[in-house]
């Protein structure tokens, strides 16, 4: 069991759907990330959200929509993905963006058909 | 050139066998991480280091600052430690990850 939540973990959508990915923490940290991860990859940075404020953005394209509802909460928005998109989705968080280590769920698993 | 490189890439073991990953970085760095993934899975931390040796159980690992060089080292290795395993870097507030080193363990 990790201390990460990420909800759903397996997801297939049509590339004209909406769908949303869910984290969910209660450690207390203060640092969230999303990264994707394809298949025999190092998984790639894509938000950071420091103290419930986007802190880094690597030219993430606007088919995803980040959102930090509160210190214990992350979204990720998708809408109108491409078949491209298809990967591991992992949250992460650590105490602060500085103190690490970066605590990580398990993903969610998503296809685009 | 990656910022960060890992050797092998591959490895397979016999159990019990002595198995070490090597880990090169090339940028300025706060902390060194190494992290496990087991296939589909999520990731699991096994140590950060700034400098020296931290050992956990049968895992321990190194890290020399001067070279820019760390080692995961596996003692008596067993099956259940085949995965991929991760160096990545601390540097200007996010992680810099290596490609991996897909570890399999042999009964």
């Known amino acids: 069991d990790t201390e990460v939540t990420q909800t759903p973990k397996h997801l297939v959508m049509g590339m004209t759907n909406k769908k949303s990915l869910k984290c969910e923490q209660h450690?207390?940290?203060?640092?969230m990330y999303w990264y994707k991860q394809k298949a025999k990859k190092p998984p790639e940075l894509m938000f950071v959200?420091?103290?419930?404020?986007?802190?880094i953005n690597e030219s993430v394209p606007s088919r995803f929509s980040p959102e930090c509802p509160n210190s214990s909460l992350l979204n990720l928005h998708l809408h109108a993905l491409q078949p491209e998109d298809s990967a591991l989705y992992l949250c992460?968080?650590?105490?602060?963006?500085?103190?690490?280590?970066?605590?990580f769920g398990d993903g969610t698993r998503l296809s685009i058909l | 050139k990656n910022e960060v490189e890992q050797s092998p890439q591959n490895l397979t073991a016999q159990e019990g066998e002595f198995i070490t990953i090597n880990c090169s970085y090339s940028?300025?760095?706060?902390?060194l991480h190494w992290l496990q993934q087991h296939p589909g899975g999520g990731i699991v931390s096994l140590f950060m280091?700034?400098?020296g040796k931290k050992k956990h159980g049968r895992l321990i690992a190194t890290i020399n600052i001067q070279e820019k060089h760390s080692s995961l080292h596996i003692t008596a290795s067993h099956p259940r430690d085949s995965a991929v395993y991760i160096c990545?870097?601390?540097?200007?507030?996010?992680?810099?990850f290596g490609t991996g080193t897909l570890l399999a363990v042999q009964p």
């Open positions: 992460a968080s650590s105490q602060d963006q500085v103190i690490q280590p970066q605590h």
């Open positions: 450690m207390g940290h203060r640092a």
């Open positions: 959200y420091s103290y419930e404020k986007l802190s």
């Open positions: 940028v300025g760095i706060s902390a």
């Open positions: 280091l700034s400098s």
């Open positions: 990545a870097v601390s540097a200007t507030n996010k992680l810099i």
